[in-house]
């Protein structure tokens, strides 16, 4: 009776129709809704995501074994230390115990004349092995009632049956759905991902293919043999020709034998790319020439078509915010900001895409070695500002633009090295894009630029140089007044004032420069949306994290030290010994060289100095003395810093940051009256103005970007040859992209979760039970995990969130376990006690037994990045990444 319940067991896929075993879902999931690196379970009521197939194969053997579902139904159990009472299955149970061990609840062994007791749940694990290894249903003195053999189970043998017997497949069921096509595509998938996700050279593939091949003829051999040898044990005689004409229904009637067989599509480099352009979605990049005659080229891969093809991808298309609703006085996307409003207003579009484009020079080859500056690339990238920034960050969402020699762009100039882009732009600007799932075009516009201030400077058309008088491209501040005594507001650029600039220097052409502008920017030659003035935004990582703060830390040290709080030597030692947590492991600052401090500059790149600036004070800041100048200077840029990386402005953060400015400038100022005051310490002065005009400049910092510029530098470094490198370049990349965009999804899963316990209310502590029920008062069990990953970030039991504020201060909570409801994800969390200290800019927290326990939701968090506690002096402290007020 029980192996005909497993037998006809089926499950239904949660995306669509199909049904079948287990074993059966996983393969129809690996060929029909597999996305890139995403592995959803097969089991409707289960949340979890993994990124491998055989972590999945894991978790499915671990917590949905296939005689489950039936021995769930066998008996009821009850527990002496709570009220559970439900029918599970003996696992089940004994995971229910577990809990009350892992909170140390004193339990008493379950199962007949045992009289142990323990709340160690290795000890449990350790006595139940010892004492009761063979045991059946009948051994438990906690069962209530048997369920009647009509449920499943006729007797006790049947009850303790392994819970890896009864392995049944569907083989009919599996594969009608598919065909030919879908699983020759589906082979192609893996030799393009092998050619662009796992960079596996096109010569090493061509040798897999051909090996492959070998292998399916001498498998034609051991066909033959195994087939014969069947009829002839089954009395059935046949000829030879009949087994051979069977062994080659059955190869043929594979994608994976015909298509890497001599004539097969993807035999070979070029049948494969062939069928790579024919049946993925490849827009390929376009080669041009500078001019007729030369040699030197730039490739560009044409925007509208690449454009069309992410709007095809439903979840790319549904993700995009067209309407953001505006509170006034406050900055949350780009679209709060005063410039996209004012174009909106004047243009009165109705649904408008915004692209940010971005441009920068990289070194593929090594920037010591002898092709220094050979193979310099400039690289113009593009993304949709309308994705939330948990899309946007990811390498998938930045495209190609255009990719060209340095040297080259130098001779020939921006306007030829642009030409194909602009014209693109010029005409989606005017005629906008067609989206075929909205059945309308819509509208396409350059929203700005974002570059280094060099880059910026030499597209825009300003001096690239920042020593000459009018180098500001924000204001016309003379050089001469950077870190004047007291800092005032310079006069603003603005499109007429910038406008009547350029119509001077072309009227006089022996004018080299007015005013810090000395040639017309091209992108406002051509697009009437786009304005130098509006569109170049400051970059945070190149003004504060390569700017103001190596800059700052090396005079400030270098002061502290000098005045005997600290050695040199003691500085490294606290930055080597100090116990980082989560993201700090990642971003460990390096640490401070004697040289680099004489040279004014600690060095060192943004993440880097950004750990050691936030970690600073929890490092040495004991040693230090209160109100000392050089360590205000610090703190107040620690301060500075933590508003500027913010996600959302008001008005009146806003003001505070523009006095935090004016105020570090005046100290910095009256502390090193001989400190030669850089143009960043100036560019960050008008950082409250620029917020209010592009919205949080984190979005559209260039961090991100530059990350891309890895993916250049491995598919480089693979190549080994850099013959013609910018094509070869930019067909990869759109390979990469293609191989990407043929998931059933462009984005990665919102949520991974690799361990999830479906837990009785009942067995938590009183605090947490209390939590939960007031959480889900219609609830008897919840799931709890001990990590997940949430867009991107991790969150973990031990980690510190806050939510929240009392008396103006944020509250803090530190995460007890996390609870998950379908795809929502919540922190049940222990309120901490929390005392703001000035000297250290941070936090100082404490917590108890008797702390209140709380359910804190996602979306009530001050700040989304979870935050390490760090013991020092004895004390916990918490230090933050933004500003939480």
Not at 70 to 78: D, G, H, L, N, V
Not at 499 to 515: A, I, R
Not at 857 to 875: C, Q, R, T
């Amino acid at each position: 009776m029980f192996l005909c319940l497993v037998r006809i067991e089926s499950m239904h896929c949660k995306f669509c129709s199909f049904s079948a075993d287990q074993d059966g879902l996983v393969r129809h999931h690996q060929l029909c809704h597999k996305r890139r690196h995403q592995w959803p379970c097969v089991y409707s009521d289960c949340v979890c995501v993994f990124r491998t197939q055989g972590a999945l194969k894991s978790h499915l053997s671990r917590n949905h074994r296939k005689s489950a579902p039936i021995a769930q139904q066998s008996f009821t159990f009850r527990c002496e230390c709570c009220d559970f009472q439900q029918i599970c299955s003996q696992i089940d149970f004994l995971k229910h115990l577990g809990n009350h061990l892992k909170i140390q609840e004193t339990i008493q062994c379950p199962f007949l004349g045992c009289e142990f007791k323990t709340n160690t749940y290795s000890t449990f694990s350790s006595h139940k092995s010892r004492k009761h290894k063979q045991y059946t249903v009948k051994d438990f003195r906690t069962v209530i009632q048997p369920v009647s053999a009509e449920a499943g189970i006729a007797d006790e043998s049947i009850a303790s049956t392994s819970l890896q017997d009864s392995s049944f497949e569907f083989e009919e069921d599996r594969v009608d759905h598919l065909d030919f096509e879908q699983v020759e595509h589906k082979v192609a998938s893996l030799f393009l991902s092998m050619q662009t996700d796992l960079h596996v050279t096109r010569s090493a593939i061509q040798k897999i293919v051909e090996e492959i091949r070998d292998l399916f003829i001498c498998s034609k051999f051991l066909a033959f043999r195994s087939v014969a040898e069947v009829l002839k044990k089954n009395n059935i005689s046949t000829e030879n020709n009949l087994v051979e004409d069977i062994i080659d229904s059955v190869f043929t009637s594979s994608p994976l034998v015909t298509g890497t067989s001599v004539k097969g599509c993807l035999s070979t480099d070029y049948r494969r790319t062939g069928y790579f352009k024919k049946n993925f979605k490849l827009i390929e990049p376009v080669e041009y020439l500078y001019r007729q005659g030369s040699t030197n080229s730039f490739v560009y891969v044409p925007l509208p078509l690449m454009l069309q093809n992410l709007l095809r991808c439903p979840d790319f298309l549904g993700a995009l915010v067209f309407r953001h609703e505006h509170l006034a006085g406050v900055y949350r996307s780009f679209q709060d900001g005063q410039y996209f409003r004012q174009r909106r207003d004047s243009t009165d579009e109705g649904v408008e895409i915004s692209l940010a484009l971005y441009i920068d020079e990289f070194e593929v080859a090594n920037p010591l070695g002898t092709s220094r500056n050979i193979h310099k690339i400039v690289a113009v990238y593009w993304v949709i500002l309308n994705l939330p920034a948990t899309f946007k960050a990811g390498l998938t969402s930045i495209q190609l633009g255009a990719l060209g020699n340095s040297r080259d762009v130098k001779e020939f100039g921006y306007e030829r090295f642009l030409e194909p882009l602009i014209k693109d732009l010029k005409v989606i600007e005017d005629n906008g894009i067609h989206v075929e799932a909205l059945r309308r075009s819509v509208g396409v516009k350059i929203f700005c630029v974002c570059a280094d201030n060099l880059g910026a400077h030499s597209l825009a058309g300003f001096q690239e140089s920042f020593i000459v008088d009018k180098f500001c491209r924000f204001c016309l501040i003379s050089h001469s007044e950077i870190g004047t005594p007291r800092p005032r507001d310079f006069l603003l650029r603005t499109v007429d004032q910038h406008d009547k600039f350029v119509d001077e220097l072309k009227q006089n052409p022996t004018l080299k420069s007015v005013n810090g502008v000395k040639r017309e920017c091209v992108l406002s030659q051509h697009l009437t949306s786009f304005h130098p003035v509006t569109g170049f935004p400051p970059d945070i990582l190149h003004d504060f994290f390569e700017g103001v703060i190596p800059v700052e830390l090396a005079l400030c040290l270098s002061d502290l030290i000098s005045k005997g709080f600290f050695t040199l030597d003691k500085l490294n030692y606290f930055i080597r010994s100090f116990p980082y947590k989560h993201s700090d492991k990642v971003n460990k600052p390096k640490v401070v060289r004697k040289a680099a401090i004489k040279n004014g500059s600690i060095g060192g790149n943004g993440h880097e100095n950004w750990a050691l600036l936030r970690l600073l004070p929890l490092m040495v800041g004991g040693c230090v003395a209160e109100n000392d100048p050089s360590w205000e200077i610090l703190m107040d840029l620690k301060e500075i810093v933590q508003i500027v990386v913010s996600d959302k402005f008001t008005e009146e953060t806003l003001s505070y940051l523009s006095f935090k400015l004016k105020d570090h400038h005046l100290l910095l100022r009256d502390t090193f009256p001989n400190f030669p005051f850089k143009p960043k310490h100036h560019f960050i002065l008008h950082y409250p103005h620029l917020i209010r005009c592009f919205g949080p400049l984190v979005d559209l910092w260039t961090m991100r970007f530059e990350s891309k510029h890895s993916v250049f530098k491995r598919i480089a470094h693979d190549l080994h040859n850099t013959k013609n490198l910018e094509l070869s370049l930019g067909t990869k990349h759109q390979q990469f992209m293609a191989y990407y965009l043929d998931g059933q999804s462009l984005f990665q899963s919102n949520l991974y979760i690799e361990k999830v316990s479906t837990v009785q209310i009942g067995s938590l502590n009183s605090s947490q039970k209390s939590a939960v029920s007031r959480k889900y008062p219609y609830n008897n069990t919840v799931c709890l995990t001990s990590k997940v990953q949430l867009y991107g970030t991790e969150y973990a039991e031990g980690m510190v969130v806050s939510a929240g504020q009392c008396y103006g201060q944020p509250e803090f909570f530190m995460i007890v376990s996390i609870i998950v409801n379908s795809d929502k994800v919540s922190f049940l969390s222990k309120k901490l006690t929390a005392w703001y200290f000035e000297h250290y800019r941070s936090f100082q927290v404490q917590y108890s037994d008797y702390s209140e326990v709380v359910i804190v939701e996602i979306d009530n968090l001050n700040h989304y990045y979870p935050l390490a506690v760090y013991s020092v002096g004895g004390k916990l402290w918490v230090t933050p990444r933004t500003y939480l007020c």
